[in-house]
């Protein structure tokens, strides 16, 4: 079974910068593609930020620039480097495989405020 563990999330003014981490287990790891999504209130989970097995990452045009997504296979650990948050980019983030299974975490809520 899949287990997903997000962390790293809390409340951040506009400007400031989180790092996000995810463990993965019940998985090879290795060969999946791995995203991570969100969820902003009232609103559908989106697609942020993806990176293939073999390391290629594709950022949303809503991010690029400002979010870094890596990954480290030895730990199975994906990361989310965000920096020039806005609140905008308040939400619950999650990783998961991409395109995403059926084993969400609880995910972990980003708040960015003055």
């Known amino acids: 079974q899949v287990q997903l563990v997000e962390s790293g999330g809390g409340l951040v003014q506009p400007g400031g910068s989180l790092t996000l981490s995810c463990t993965v287990s019940?998985?090879?790891?290795?060969?999946?593609?791995m995203a991570w999504y969100r969820q902003a209130p009232g609103k559908q989970r989106e697609l942020v930020t993806m990176?293939?097995?073999?390391?290629?990452?594709h950022p949303q045009d809503s991010v690029k620039g400002r979010f870094t997504i890596s990954r480290d296979n030895a730990e199975k650990r994906v990361y989310l480097q965000m920096v020039s948050l806005k609140p905008e980019d308040t939400a619950v983030y999650y990783c998961?495989?991409?395109?995403?299974?059926?084993?969400w975490g609880q995910g972990t809520q980003v708040t960015v405020s003055s």
């Open positions: 998961n495989t991409w395109p995403p299974n059926s084993y």
């Open positions: 990176i293939t097995n073999g390391g290629s990452t």
């Open positions: 019940g998985t090879i790891f290795s060969n999946d593609n």
